[in-house]
């Protein structure tokens, strides 16, 4: 499964766009772009996939640049809410060895009123 | 929007005892999971479950754990034996198929 580096923390103010970039250098032909956010005391939830381009849902977008060698998730007009731990996944369409979540330290995002 | 649920929220319990975790996955959902995560730390992936049986398992799933679905809707995972190491947020999560997979709330797990 490749390997992925996304910062440990960011910080923001309700209303700006928030850009989290993953970098996974090693992603394979066949892996998927995933990611999940986690409130604390509460199970991961499923954000985003994607393969290649731009995915766009009614919470994010996920740019894929064409080399796939990184992914950035855009999250528009965040609110205190946002603050979370937001994960990203790098492997088969359910973002791991397809029969499991493999999951790395994340980035902790603080929304500031 | 149907969810995963767990029960107990909390529990608390000796070392040395035995523990069942239960979980409720979505009901159309075909593949079952347990991850844990010490506090702190990063979520793991403990095992997976498909058709009444095992299908991957991590180096953490030893032979103190195991996993049941021992009627049409429960997903249950038992410690046999508890230690303290073993305190932590076990999640249960459910998923169609290899596409996202939808967690549980968690059992907070306490090992005294």
């Known amino acids: 499964l490749a390997k992925t580096t996304q910062p440990i923390s960011m910080d923001s103010y309700e209303g700006q766009e928030v850009n989290i970039t993953c970098s996974h250098n090693?992603?394979?032909?066949?892996?998927?772009i995933t990611w999940y956010q986690q409130f604390p005391s509460q199970g991961p939830r499923f954000i985003i996939q994607g393969y290649k381009t731009k995915v766009t849902n009614e919470v994010a977008s996920l740019f894929i640049p064409a080399d796939r060698k990184s992914s950035t998730l855009s999250l528009p007009r965040v609110s205190l809410s946002d603050t979370a731990v937001y994960y990203c996944?790098?492997?088969?369409?359910?973002?791991?060895?397809?029969?499991?979540?493999?999951f790395g330290a994340g980035t902790r995002l603080a929304v500031h009123p | 929007e149907p969810e995963v649920t767990q029960t107990p929220s909390h529990q608390v319990t000796q070392m040395g005892q035995e523990v069942i975790l239960r979980c409720v996955p979505i009901?159309?959902?075909?593949?079952f999971y347990w991850y844990r995560q010490i506090l702190g730390q990063k979520v793991e992936f403990l095992v997976s479950?498909?058709?009444?049986?095992?299908?991957?398992k991590s180096e953490i799933f030893d032979d103190q754990f195991s996993v049941e679905r021992p009627d049409g809707s429960n997903f249950t995972l038992k410690i046999r034996s508890t230690k303290l190491e073993d305190s932590a947020m076990y999640f249960c999560?459910?998923?169609?198929?290899?596409?996202?997979?939808?967690f549980g709330p968690g059992t907070r797990l306490t090992v005294t």
């Open positions: 009901s159309n959902h075909l593949y």
């Open positions: 999560a459910s998923s169609v198929g290899y596409n996202e997979q939808y």
């Open positions: 479950f498909y058709n009444n049986e095992i299908s991957e």
């Open positions: 996944l790098v492997g088969g369409p359910n973002g791991g060895g397809y029969n499991k979540l493999i």
């Open positions: 090693n992603i394979a032909t066949n892996d998927y």
